[in-house]
């Protein structure tokens, strides 16, 4: 059974951290990239950052400096390290396994709320 399960959500307030983790499990983890998306109600789900199967980032430009996001092929995890968090990064955020040649997978997200 696939699954992606992420963790670490929940309410920080502006200039503050938090670390979110997607364990994977049921599917060849080391062969997908891995990425992060948010979204809030009423827009479109965004990408947030990725990392590929050689291990090559991408952060979108709203987050570059902020967010770094990693991978651990042994464990099957992927992580979202956020720092400096905004308000504006209050969202749903959502952990997708990615590859060009086998299904796509989705975690069921978990809640950032950034308010003082």
């Known amino acids: 059974q696939v699954q992606l399960v992420e963790s670490g959500g929940g309410l920080v307030q502006p200039g503050g951290s938090l670390r979110l983790s997607c364990a994977a499990s049921g599917f060849t983890f080391a062969v997908y990239a891995m990425n992060w998306y948010r979204q809030v109600p009423g827009k479109e789900r965004e990408l947030v950052a990725s990392i590929s199967r050689a291990y090559t980032t991408y952060y979108a430009d709203f987050v570059k400096g902020r967010f770094t996001i990693s991978r651990d092929n042994d464990k099957n995890t992927s992580d979202l390290e956020m720092n400096n968090l905004k308000p504006e990064d209050t969202a749903v955020y959502y952990c997708?396994?990615?590859?060009?040649?086998?299904?796509?997978?989705w975690g069921q997200g978990t809640q950032v709320t950034v308010s003082s």
């Open positions: 997708n396994a990615h590859s060009l040649t086998y299904p796509d997978y």
